[in-house]
């Protein structure tokens, strides 16, 4: 069965500390992996894409095929980060048919203090 | 461009009543899906649309869940009847094409409907 954990609810840490988000997968195949994040009063939004190999606001994400995992990493947090996060693979294709899905973990919210 | 919009934001209903949620995705989106978040935990799909047919309702609890999206465009999801449980964060999302002036790949959310049964 297709699942994600993420095993802490709550991340608390203070400004310009590093921070990592750990997502860990059970997958079959090879997963397109996503982070989507969800500020305060704001909509669920994508963060950052596996394959795309970019950093979005100093977040990286490195996906290890060996380990199953796609941790979320920025070396120094701002406060403006705080915030919850979900990692989310993908299964299903992205052509025509669009029939792929998300699949979220639970989410990790990110606390950072001044 | 417009976002996904939802309405209404927030209902308050008792359990046994019936309630509906509308769904109106992003211009040119073929793919819209229908999540439930129940507090503290992740967005579950509950349905997925491709145009006007249905691509995945495995989730969906089809004794009291019903969604449609009759031309293609805007989705209703009506749950009846509403039971305690049922309280949650209904999420809606599209997906579209490059043609579409959005990344094919990203899912766009609205901002979801607030459920609360007594």
């Known amino acids: 069965a297709q699942r994600v954990t993420q095993p802490e609810k709550l991340l608390s840490v203070f400004k310009g500390a590093p921070v990592e988000l750990k997502c860990n997968y059970s997958?079959?195949?090879?997963?397109?992996l996503f982070w989507y994040v969800q500020y305060s009063r704001q909509r669920l939004q994508l963060l950052l894409r596996h394959i795309s190999r970019e950093s979005i606001k100093g977040f990286t994400a490195d996906l290890n095929k060996g380990e199953t995992s796609f941790h979320l990493k920025k070396p120094f947090a701002q406060e403006e980060d705080s915030a919850m996060y979900y990692c989310a693979p993908y299964s299903g294709g992205h052509g025509s048919s669009n029939t792929g899905k998300l699949i979220f973990g639970q989410g990790t919210t990110l606390q950072v203090k001044p | 461009e417009a976002g996904v919009a939802q309405s209404p934001r927030y209902k308050i209903i008792e359990k046994r009543q019936s309630v509906a949620f509308w769904c109106n995705p992003i211009?040119?989106?073929?793919?819209l899906y229908w999540y439930q978040q129940i507090l503290g935990q992740g967005p579950k799909l509950l349905i997925q649309f491709q145009n006007n047919g249905v691509v995945d309702d495995s989730q969906l609890p089809k004794d009291r869940f019903s969604a449609e999206r009759l031309k293609g465009v805007d989705s209703t999801l009506k749950i009846q009847p509403a039971k305690l449980e049922d309280s949650a964060v209904y999420l809606c999302a599209s997906r579209g094409h490059s043609w579409a002036g959005t990344k094919p790949y990203e899912q766009y959310f609205g901002p979801g409907t607030r459920l609360t049964v007594t």
């Open positions: 211009s040119g989106h073929a793919t």
């Open positions: 997958y079959s195949g090879s997963p397109e």
